[in-house]
């Protein structure tokens, strides 16, 4: 009877036993629906990939930096070997003026702009000439938020046709170590000092770019007046970063307005005295920089420039976009702590989303608000 009885509980110690297994097993396994879901996309891709090789090449208009240029050929190359990589590298004014009167004369070119949004709100939004971006996101990399500082972020009040996939602030205010000392210079009010006069170049803020970024951000800690005193200066105003960066680095010019951090990199590993202001009292605007995406309407390789949202969006090319230029991506899973050697300080790394938000000029909504008055203003003193 007692050996009747120790059969009997071991018989159900292995029934027990494969049942715990058999929950175990389910439970490590992803779900019907999750396979299925992971076919989808998985299946997706790979038939965007096949039509994208067909249509040959994406055409993409990203920001005026060899850096950047290189680290995209190469890196996408080597990825998508049958698909062409075409790139505009140009200016944001410059770009989308030409893309504008492209679209307009019926020309389609341009399947992608990568840059700042002055020109994107002020010019691409009225003309209702983009794509709405989300249904071109494949990669679960890509359309996971948990990914993304903040989430996804949106620069238009639509929150579907500019994505911004970067978020940071820069030291955009740089001066000559051999003309200035940094003490000198502890708030903007200091600009105003005689000593400076005809010693401060600034990128021209009449146009799109960190130049009217800067000169919007003075207009709205500091007013009209205090912008007027400035122009007063006798500043040296140019649109080309380069040559104000070169105006620096020779002692033309002792301090910089406007200047991308990226302009200054080949003066830095040259062992030249330019180096980043520390922030003055006022502090400075977060940005997005050259970070934003947008697809032109019904872009002509469509599948092409699918694959190349995502492999943009995607930690690769995330990495090669934060390097080219020397700014901070959003990704989480993307390194920028070195961007402060730079003076560049990438907002995951040590402000809130709030905090971002609060200090950000690049929504539609304060393009509207504070940099077309200041653009406004620009125009009228520099004459």
Known sequence: MKKKKEDTSMRYFHVALRIACLALVSALLPSGSARAAQAGWQEEWSKTVEAAKKEGKVVVSIPASADLRKGMEESFGRRFPGIQLELFAARG??????????????????????????????????????????????????????????GHMWIDKARKYVYGFQAYTFANVWYNASLL????????????????????????????GAGDSTWSYLYMVKGEEFLKKLVAQKMLVDRNQRQLAEALARGKVALTLGITEYTFLPYLQAGLPVKPLPTPREGTYTTGGSGHLTIIKNPPHPNATKVYVNWLLGKEGQEIFSKGLGQGTRRLDVDTKWLKEVGVMAAKDFLTPEQFLARENQSEEKVETVRKPALAISKKLFR
């Open 181 to 208: 000392k940094p003490e000198e210079v502890l708030s903007y009010d200091d600009f105003l000092n005689p000593k400076w006069t005809g010693k401060i170049g600034i990128l021209d803020p009449r146009t799109p």
């Open 93 to 150: 004014g410059e770009a989308t003026r030409r893309i504008v009167d492209e679209y307009k004369a019926g020309v389609r070119y341009f399947d992608i702009h990568l840059g700042g949004t002055t020109s994107v709100v002020l010019e691409f939004l009225p003309e209702n000439m983009l794509d709405p971006i989300e249904p071109y996101f494949v990669l679960p990399e890509v359309k996971d938020p948990k990914n993304w500082w903040a």
